[in-house]
């Protein structure tokens, strides 16, 4: 049948060799964080997990120290609090206490309202000084009498007089020493608990970076439902998988020691691939790609050859060594049709859209 010839829209494109590798943020190659031996691997290659499954257990002693230290600061940490909860109810018991008394009540009414009520030293220092000023009010009042009536001298008149005032003195010092004394004493058990809450985050910290990574509540703290590392025993270390993916390799037995940094494990998620190409620098100028652009990949090796990729990133610099800017695509490839390795041609707009005559290719 006759094909007719029709003005399109075409774009004009450059082709770059490439190849399908693991997407990054779903590949992980799992060394061991600490030094330690491996009492257990729970896994084997190209079996499927999920997120959270245990891959292995690790016995490390330097774990056991770190998680020690930790759980001694934190009892530390509750002594203290029970220091500081102490401190501020007395502090604020005494100020209630004062500003009673600064309306002169009667003592049993004090004591009767106090009864119970945290005080420590406190209630002997204020109240002994309040009662004797008390007393020393009532003698006063009678002596005023007596003495003008003649009955009492007026050396007693003056003694009473003097009594008096020093019991008036020494209950104001009292106060004003029991109030700066127990808030000296409440922020200083404050301030201890502060330091206390540092040393134990200091020491979680330590314990993260010993592990190189976030642990549950009893190894280091708060985020335990995302964690890669789980903890059993106080020295030992579960290693679980941070999302859902295949157990490509396995480097270690049980009962082997691993050291710090050696690798364990490679798990990936193959659900989406990357397609690294690369833009030698001569042609770069002339394609038009950018982050979140659609672009044609064809997959020699597979049956299904073409598929398309959307841009990730573009490399910002040219690598010296291929004189060439690399460009990453992301690939969906849920049921695993295509495998990392594969080679690839990438199809990269080039120029400006224009009006051309054209005829489909197979005409």
Known sequence: LPIPAEI???????????????????????ASPVDGIVSKVFVQVRQRVRKGDALAEISSPEVGIARDEIRRR??????????????????DNVETLLEMLAKRPPLAEVEQEFEGRVLGTYREKI??????????????????????????SGRIVEERASNLEVAKANFAAACEEARFLTRQERDR?????????????????????????RLDAEGAGEDAGESPVESEALSTLILRTPFDGLVEDVFITRGERARAGDQL??????GTLWVRAQIHERQWTAVEVAEGQSV??????????ETTAVVNHVGATVETASRSVPLVAELANDDAHYKPGMFVWVDLPQGAVRDALAVPAGA
């Open 296 to 305: 044609r990949v064809v997959v020699p090796g597979a049956d299904v050859h």
């Open 127 to 152: 109240l002994g000084s309040y009662s004797r000023l008390i007393y020393v009010e009532k003698v006063s009042a009678g002596t005023k009498s007596l003495g003008e009536g003649g009955v009492l």
């Open 8 to 30: 399109r829209p075409l774009r004009e494109h450059v082709t770059v060799p490439g190849r399908l590798d693991y997407n990054a943020r779903q590949r992980l190659d799992y």
């Open 74 to 91: 934190e009892d530390n940490r509750q002594i203290e609090k029970k220091a500081a909860d102490w401190a501020t109810t007395i502090a």
């Open 265 to 270: 494990f490679v798990v990936a998620d193959t």
């Open 189 to 213: 058990a404050r301030a201890s608990l502060e330091q206390a809450d540092r040393l134990v985050k200091i020491s979680r910290e330590n314990l993260r970076t010993l592990v190189g990574s």
